[in-house]
């Protein structure tokens, strides 16, 4: 009976008090939606490092830059994350470990006269089959087997390609002429899923993904364009994949997949391999070689941006703000609702039950907050999407984002609303009752 | 007005005071904060180029085919561009300035030695008509004549031994004295030196973030590559129509080469700075906002004390006070508090704003911004404290003491 009497009393007095309680909703919810909506970027992005199959990736790097000359003037610490043809062979030597290594290129399309396309410059990753497996890449049509048949002649179109080329349909088999050869599809990949491009951090981590694979018996044949002056310790200017494949200019990315137990031998085989290339001068610097895990090297390579670091420490104080706010609102509306306590109390009410009232009205507000910061959420995530395109993946609202709204919404109004809700609870009546009424 | 009334009455609303010290002291910081990115972010926009940006047209052409003298394409295609009418300057360039593309960084010193001080630039490959196609202001020298430009292969590292250089690239290696007629090295060509032969007043490099961006050197070359770089300055601000003219004349009088790109260099800068400038958006909005909350809260609490102290104020009235000291005694008790907020804040401000420039790399708080943010707010709670204060001055005395 007396649950009844405070849910009603706090239903009608809601009512009656709606407009403050929206105003209310209004400010909390943008302070938790900005929140969600900033930490989810942060969240999603280091939550992303610790996807199952980067837990046995790691990057080898070695530093065989220029002597007496940092890779990077901002961070001395810093090795090239690329290294030359000979030694990206050798550490695929090494047994144990399924290495992958690849490298950036662009080659062009020369559409067929069906199709009334000019001619395409594509962006092209040169690859190992286990390119593919080692970074998770699923395949839409076609399969690693279609890969292993085809000799050398073979090219993987991401998802996009192939909408772009074929409209989506089932290409595997067909030939395409780039730079003037022929290749035939042997699978396509699946849409992006990836929130960042795993494989290539260093130019830009949220850059569009490439959108074809070849193996790299295709770049003997194609001699594609090896891009950046910066490659070459000599100051040799990067031209040709010819040019550049037996020389010293670092150009390819490798990778690494190991078991747990299989690092330590590994580690051991890089060494005594960094070893012999210090003995001869080809290796510089107090640390010759760095083997990270994916995770490191993501955050190295500063996949997290300092925006991205930060904002997040803004919107907690953003959110306090807002709710701080809320909590002002709250009090005053206490102040005004003092009047009606002192009735409430006159009538029989007990202290807790009137605080009992405020908190209902309060809990009943949080549920317009939950469905305000909902919405603001979307809004806000779309917005953020379409400034800042580069987060077009790493930005969603799962399962779990919305459990954390639900929680925060509902204690956060019920935090703020203790203080005016005990000071409404100590009303005096004796001093609105002799008013009437008036405070 | 007795400000230790004020103070008393201050410490006996203890929990009003508290909300609002609370609220405008992270509010402070976090718009200085705020203020420190956003100072971060903006002076990279703000700083000029050297070059008319709405003005200029980059153009990005690649090679269709492998057989192809690229020498006489480059040239045909230089030509063409050059007979637009309103066209005042076409260059050649390997990377186009602004843009975070491709370019060429390279580092410079004064003496033969790989020891010795160097300064990382960005090096422009560009022909004698760079001058007036960037519409550079020469300072001292001469700008390469026609006869001096080389055209080489792409692959062929041999540089001219003719160098321009920025202003800042000459005061960091030559101090206050004249580069022109001075030698410069690459730590990895010491046989070759460059002389300078001229000194322009500026000119930026293409990677905004980089050590190189302030520093740059023109040498004579016209890098004969798979891809080639023009930037076209034409007498009114480049037009869409412009754009798509200058694709398909190339498009139809050149067959070997495929247009991939064609931009004004405004656009550019603003691509290769968009993230800037979405994040000062970003930055305006949550200060707009944090600014509005401040102005809602100290409102609804001088409110709501007026409300409650109508009573107090009627009584102030009979015991003489008049309606400019009921003013004050409002507007005095948030200006008390505000001076709390900002002396709380500043230690948790200075620390916080450590963090912020750790991780920018920007100075910390200058007491420029400080003092600007907490005028603002200071502003801020006054012009929100005036209305309520008004507002006592109108107690009807005889009703609330009968």
Same mark, same amino acid.
């Given at each position: 009976?007396?649950?009844?009497?405070?849910?009603?009393?706090?239903?009608?007095? =809601?009512? =009656?008090?709606?407009?403050?309680?929206?105003?209310?909703?209004?400010?909390?919810?943008?302070?938790?939606?900005?929140?969600?909506?900033?930490?989810?970027?942060?969240?999603?992005? !280091?939550?992303?490092?610790?996807?199952?199959?980067?837990?046995?990736?790691?990057?080898?790097?070695?530093?065989?830059?220029?002597?007496?000359?940092?890779?990077?003037?901002?961070?001395?610490? @810093?090795?090239?994350?690329?290294?030359?043809?000979?030694?990206?062979?050798?550490?695929?030597?090494?047994?144990?470990?399924?290495?992958?290594?690849?490298?950036? !290129?662009?080659?062009?399309?020369?559409?067929?006269?069906?199709?009334?396309?000019?001619?395409?410059?594509?962006?092209?990753?040169?690859?190992?089959?286990? =390119?593919?497996?080692?970074?998770?890449?699923?395949?839409?049509?076609?399969?690693?087997?279609?890969? !292993?048949?085809?000799?050398?002649?073979?090219?993987?179109?991401?998802?996009?390609?192939?909408?772009?080329?074929?409209?989506?349909?089932?290409?595997?088999?067909?030939?395409?002429?780039?730079?003037?050869?022929?290749?035939?599809?042997?699978?396509?990949?699946?849409?992006?899923?990836?929130?960042?491009?795993?494989?290539?951090?260093?130019?830009?981590?949220?850059?569009?993904?490439?959108?074809?694979?070849?193996?790299?018996?295709?770049?003997?044949?194609?001699?594609?364009?090896?891009?950046?002056?910066?490659?070459?310790?000599?100051?040799?200017?990067?031209?040709?994949?010819?040019?550049?494949?037996?020389?010293?200019?670092?150009?390819?990315?490798?990778?690494? @997949?190991?078991?747990?137990?299989?690092?330590?031998?590994?580690?051991?085989?890089?060494?005594?391999?960094?070893?012999?290339?210090?003995?001869?001068?080809?290796?510089?610097?107090?640390?010759?070689?760095?083997?990270?895990?994916?995770?490191?090297?993501?955050? @190295?390579?500063?996949?997290?941006?300092?925006?991205?670091?930060?904002?997040?420490?803004?919107?907690?104080?953003?959110?306090?703000?807002?709710?701080?706010?809320?909590?002002?609102?709250?009090?005053?509306?206490?102040?005004?609702?003092?009047?009606?306590?002192?009735?409430?109390?006159?009538?029989?009410?007990?202290?807790?039950?009137?605080?009992?009232?405020?908190?209902?009205?309060?809990?009943?507000?949080?549920? #317009?907050?939950?469905?305000?910061?909902?919405?603001?959420?979307?809004?806000?995530?779309?917005?953020?999407?379409?400034?800042?395109?580069?987060?077009? !993946?790493?930005?969603?609202?799962?399962?779990?984002?919305?459990?954390?709204?639900?929680?925060?919404?509902?204690? #956060?109004?019920?935090? =703020?609303?203790? #203080?005016?809700?005990?000071?409404?609870?100590?009303? @005096?009546?004796?001093?609105?009752?002799?008013?009437?009424?008036?405070? | 007005?007795?400000?230790?009334?004020?103070?008393?009455?201050?410490?006996?609303?203890?929990?009003?005071?508290?909300?609002?010290?609370?609220?405008?002291?992270?509010?402070?910081?976090?718009?200085?904060?705020?203020?420190?990115?956003?100072?971060?972010?903006?002076?990279?926009?703000?700083?000029?180029?050297?070059?008319?940006?709405?003005?200029?047209?980059?153009?990005?052409?690649?090679?269709?085919?492998?057989?192809?003298?690229?020498?006489?394409?480059?040239?045909?295609?230089?030509?063409?561009?050059?007979?637009?009418?309103?066209?005042?300057?076409?260059?050649?360039?390997?990377?186009?300035?602004?843009?975070?593309?491709?370019?060429?960084?390279?580092? *410079?010193? /004064?003496?033969?030695?790989?020891?010795?001080?160097?300064?990382?630039? /960005?090096?422009?490959?560009?022909?004698?008509?760079?001058?007036?196609?960037?519409?550079?202001?020469?300072?001292?020298?001469?700008?390469?004549?026609?006869?001096?430009?080389?055209?080489?292969?792409?692959?062929?590292?041999?540089?001219?031994? &003719?160098?321009?250089?920025?202003?800042?690239?000459?005061?960091?290696?030559?101090?206050?004295?004249?580069?022109?007629?001075?030698?410069?090295?690459?730590?990895?060509?010491?046989?070759?030196?460059?002389?300078?032969?001229?000194?322009?007043?500026?000119?930026?490099?293409?990677?905004?973030?980089?050590?190189?961006?302030?520093?740059?050197?023109?040498?004579?070359?016209?890098?004969?590559?798979?891809?080639?770089?023009?930037?076209?300055?034409?007498?009114?601000?480049?037009?869409?129509?412009?754009?798509?003219?200058?694709?398909?004349?190339?498009?139809?009088?050149?067959?070997?080469?495929?247009?991939?790109?064609?931009?004004?260099?405004?656009?550019?800068?603003?691509?290769?700075?968009?993230?800037?400038?979405?994040?000062?958006?970003?930055?305006?909005?949550?200060?707009?906002?944090?600014?509005?909350?401040?102005?809602?809260?100290?409102?609804?609490?001088?409110? *709501?004390?007026?409300?409650?102290?109508?009573?107090?104020?009627?009584?102030? *009235?009979?015991?003489?006070?008049?309606?400019?000291?009921?003013?004050?005694?409002?507007?005095?008790?948030?200006?008390?508090?505000?001076?709390?907020?900002?002396?709380?804040?500043?230690?948790?401000?200075?620390?916080?704003?450590?963090?912020?420039? &750790?991780?920018?790399?920007?100075?910390?708080?200058?007491?420029?911004?400080?003092?600007?943010?907490?005028?603002?707010?200071?502003?801020?709670?006054?012009?929100?404290?005036?209305?309520?204060?008004?507002?006592?001055?109108?107690?009807?005395?005889?009703?609330?003491?009968?």
């Amino acid at each position: 009976m007396k649950a009844e009497t405070e849910i009603s009393l706090a239903i009608k007095s =809601f009512g =009656f008090q709606w407009q403050k309680y929206m105003f209310i909703a209004a400010v909390m919810s943008l302070g938790i939606a900005v929140f969600l909506v900033v930490s989810n970027l942060y969240i999603n992005l !280091t939550s992303a490092f610790e996807q199952p199959h980067l837990h046995q990736l790691y990057k080898p790097v070695l530093n065989d830059w220029k002597k007496d000359e940092a890779f990077d003037e901002l961070d001395s610490s @810093k090795l090239p994350p690329l290294m030359s043809y000979q030694n990206s062979m050798a550490l695929a030597q090494i047994e144990p470990g399924q290495n992958a290594s690849s490298f950036k !290129t662009e080659v062009i399309y020369y559409p067929s006269q069906a199709q009334s396309l000019s001619l395409l410059p594509l962006s092209t990753r040169v690859s190992s089959i286990s =390119f593919f497996e080692i970074f998770n890449l699923h395949f839409k049509f076609g399969g690693k087997d279609e890969l !292993t048949q085809k000799s050398g002649a073979w090219v993987v179109l991401s998802n996009q390609t192939n909408e772009r080329l074929f409209a989506g349909a089932n290409s595997v088999g067909k030939k395409l002429n780039l730079n003037g050869h022929y290749f035939e599809v042997a699978a396509v990949l699946e849409e992006k899923t990836h929130l960042f491009r795993e494989h290539d951090v260093v130019n830009g981590a949220f850059e569009g993904s490439e959108d074809i694979y070849l193996p790299w018996q295709a770049a003997d044949v194609l001699n594609p364009v090896i891009r950046g002056k910066k490659l070459c310790k000599d100051g040799k200017y990067a031209s040709r994949y010819l040019d550049v494949k037996e020389g010293s200019c670092l150009w390819v990315n490798h990778w690494v @997949k190991l078991a747990d137990s299989e690092l330590h031998a590994y580690e051991q085989e890089v060494s005594s391999y960094a070893q012999q290339l210090s003995a001869t001068g080809m290796l510089t610097g107090e640390t010759p070689y760095q083997i990270y895990r994916a995770k490191d090297w993501y955050e @190295k390579s500063g996949v997290i941006n300092n925006d991205s670091k930060i904002f997040p420490l803004l919107a907690i104080a953003f959110m306090f703000v807002c709710a701080v706010n809320a909590c002002v609102i709250l009090y005053a509306q206490a102040i005004e609702q003092k009047p009606d306590a002192a009735n409430w109390y006159a009538f029989g009410l007990s202290r807790r039950s009137i605080l009992s009232v405020f908190l209902i009205q309060s809990g009943i507000c949080s549920l #317009f907050i939950v469905a305000l910061t909902f919405v603001f959420s979307l809004v806000g995530i779309s917005v953020f999407k379409g400034i800042f395109p580069a987060y077009e !993946t790493s930005l969603y609202l799962g399962l779990d984002s919305f459990f954390i709204m639900v929680v925060i919404s509902i204690s #956060f109004m019920l935090f =703020f609303s203790l #203080f005016p809700g005990i000071s409404l609870s100590r009303v @005096k009546p004796v001093v609105y009752l002799k008013q009437g009424g008036v405070a | 007005m007795n400000i230790l009334l004020v103070f008393k009455e201050v410490l006996f609303n203890r929990w009003t005071s508290f909300l609002l010290i609370v609220q405008i002291s992270l509010v402070i910081i976090v718009l200085s904060n705020v203020a420190l990115i956003y100072e971060d972010k903006a002076q990279s926009l703000a700083e000029k180029s050297g070059m008319p940006e709405e003005h200029i047209l980059t153009l990005m052409v690649r090679q269709s085919s492998d057989d192809v003298d690229v020498e006489q394409q480059v040239k045909k295609i230089q030509s063409l561009l050059e007979d637009i009418n309103g066209v005042e300057g076409v260059t050649t360039i390997n990377g186009v300035p602004l843009s975070s593309g491709a370019g060429w960084q390279q580092e *410079f010193s /004064t003496v033969a030695d790989v020891q010795a001080d160097k300064v990382n630039t /960005t090096l422009y490959m560009v022909n004698s008509a760079a001058l007036s196609a960037l519409d550079l202001k020469l300072e001292k020298g001469r700008f390469f004549e026609a006869h001096e430009v080389q055209f080489s292969n792409a692959s062929d590292y041999n540089l001219p031994h &003719l160098a321009i250089i920025n202003k800042a690239t000459e005061k960091r290696l030559f101090d206050d004295q004249s580069a022109v007629g001075k030698l410069i090295y690459m730590p990895e060509d010491l046989q070759n030196p460059m002389t300078v032969i001229g000194v322009v007043e500026e000119l930026k490099g293409v990677w905004p973030k980089s050590p190189s961006y302030d520093f740059s050197v023109m040498v004579p070359r016209v890098d004969l590559a798979f891809r080639t770089f023009y930037m076209i300055r034409h007498e009114r601000p480049i037009t869409t129509e412009f754009s798509e003219k200058i694709t398909s004349l190339i498009n139809n009088e050149i067959k070997t080469v495929l247009v991939e790109r064609v931009n004004s260099l405004k656009d550019v800068k603003r691509k290769s700075f968009q993230d800037n400038i979405s994040l000062l958006g970003v930055l305006n909005f949550i200060a707009l906002i944090l600014v509005l909350l401040t102005l809602s809260c100290v409102f609804v609490i001088s409110f *709501f004390e007026v409300k409650r102290q109508k009573k107090n104020v009627a009584i102030k *009235f009979s015991l003489g006070y008049s309606r400019k000291n009921i003013l004050g005694y409002f507007l005095w008790r948030n200006i008390l508090v505000y001076i709390v907020v900002v002396v709380i804040s500043l230690p948790i401000n200075i620390y916080a704003s450590n963090y912020t420039s &750790l991780l920018y790399g920007t100075p910390t708080l200058s007491w420029l911004e400080l003092s600007s943010v907490v005028l603002l707010i200071g502003t801020v709670v006054i012009m929100a404290t005036a209305f309520p204060s008004w507002l006592a001055t109108k107690t009807e005395v005889a009703r609330l003491l009968k």
